[in-house]
């Protein structure tokens, strides 16, 4: 049974950081394509950063781009989402999610596997 679990969620002021981390069971995660999604209310969910499977390249949303590090520790079967100089429009509920059959891509459709997601608040 795939289970992925996302944490590290929580409320932080702006220009502050978290990271986030989805561990996985189930599945081995370098063989999946692992996205980073995000949903604040009222919109829809939106793809933030995503790592290959095939390579390891790494995706990420123009908005979160030179902020957001995404990397994965293969010994702890786990990814991360290392998120700097947050802004209040960072604030959502993350989700990761993982895909044994995409190369790269962050359309919420092409994932197959879903974490329950952790809420990011940021404010002052």
């Known amino acids: 049974q795939v289970q992925l679990v996302e944490s590290g969620g929580g409320l932080v002021q702006p220009g502050g950081s978290l990271r986030l981390s989805c561990a996985a069971s189930g599945i081995t995660l370098d063989a999946y394509t692992i996205g980073w999604f995000r949903q604040a209310p009222g919109k829809e969910r939106e793809g933030v950063s995503c790592?290959?499977?095939?390579?390891?390249?790494?995706y990420y949303a123009d908005s979160v781009k030179g902020r957001f590090t995404i990397s994965r520790d293969n010994a702890k079967n786990t990814v991360y989402l290392q998120m700097n100089s947050l802004k209040p429009e960072d604030t959502a509920v993350y989700y990761c999610a993982a895909d044994p059959w995409i190369v790269a891509g962050m359309s919420s459709q092409s994932y197959d596997y879903w974490g329950q997601g952790t809420q990011v608040i940021v404010s002052s």
């Open positions: 790592i290959s499977s095939s390579d390891g390249s790494t």
